[in-house]
DNA sequence: ATACTAATGTGATAATATCACAGAAAAGTT
DNA sequence: AACTTTTCTGTGATATTATCACATTAGTAT
């Protein structure tokens, strides 16, 4: 355990050894399969929530079912939203679910709340993680009010052909259009288009990309 | 100029008194005119600004000069996005514009960078002002996605009769376009279907509400 | 009174969202 | 294998919102 907390959190070496042991004996392994809905808005606080190996996607949502992706986590991140609740003036929830089996490790919520109000160097390390996420977020809302359906559908491609490393995407319309906060039906229309123009490659379930640089300019 | 800090921050009373003077010495009184740009996304960094009486408005914008508001400072706000520059991982930029006469106190970047990194009160009133940015930016992304524009103007509405505290709105349709991220002409046909509803009276320059549980219902 | 500017009005068209299904491909069942 | 069921994709029709292009009107300045 202390091995994968080093790994994972920056301000590890600026811990003295009695919060090392705390946080080793209290931090709790957890993995979740596949497709598992981990935080809702409604669910209780978890505290900080380490990703040792899998994908989480972080999203809202609305009442009528439709949402939209914030940013994904993946090996070694941190969300520090799954801790919200331990944060003053921060009055949003979002949902999380796994896009791959995850391992976590979970250091509970009084646990790092000590940490943080105790420690420089993690409440350093807490507003770098808020502001990243802000970042992130940010982005989408730009995309969001200033781009085109096209554009940002191009965009998402290209962010999953670099996610998983392949130019063979696994993945259906409907998950595209809840990663882009639209409707299926328009992303099934614009991928017909693409693949009319030869940027990519459609069959039940994947996308081949087959012109990158060519969706890069769209 | 030291009664004038005390007021606006709250970590005041937990400076120690050299840091107290040092603030004192190094912050500087600035005194904008009503519409006035005071920060874009290209300008250098500025350090801490402190709103002592006015509002102002921050935004983003695309290249083709539409934009959408993200959040207002009043009385006392802090504004910590003109700050941006000092903080690890925040990578985005923001704008501001004055919508009064506007009075600043401006805490030189290097002066709060070191308050920051030297007292602990002062690092949580960071965070907490950028939770509470992200907690706005959140809410803005939210209506985009998930309202419609009937809603999402109904709400401005009532925001600006909660803002100036009239139900006489001074306000253009040109402005309400600017803060919903829209065009004007949008704007135009809304207002004039709310006062064909008999929510809102229109004349140039000025929208009176009518009837504000209305609009809430929208 | 006249010219100018800012604000508003409006038609036409394009892009996107929504609704309501239909059909195809895969997965599960008997 | 033959079937049922589920998941994924395709598509027309319509509503909403965005964009473009310009006309009109209300205030302001000369």
Redesign the interface.
Known sequence: MENTLESILPFWKNLSDEEKQTVTNKAMYVNQKKGTLIHTSSSECLGLMCVIKGRVRVF?N?QNG?E?TLYRLLDHDVCVLSASCM??????SVNMETEEDTNFVIIPKNVYQSLDENN?FV??Y??????????D??????Q???SNMAKRLADALLLHMSLTGSDELTITHEMLARDL?TAREVITRLLKQFQADNFVLLSRGKIKILDSKKLLKI
């Not at 807490?126 to 970042?135: A, D, I, K, M, Y």
């Open positions: 809202i609305s439709s939209i944060m003053k003036n921060l009055n949003f420089i409440k350093n807490t507003l770098s993680l808020v502001n990243e996420r802000f970042s977020t940010m982005w989408v809302l730009n969001y009010v200033f906060g």
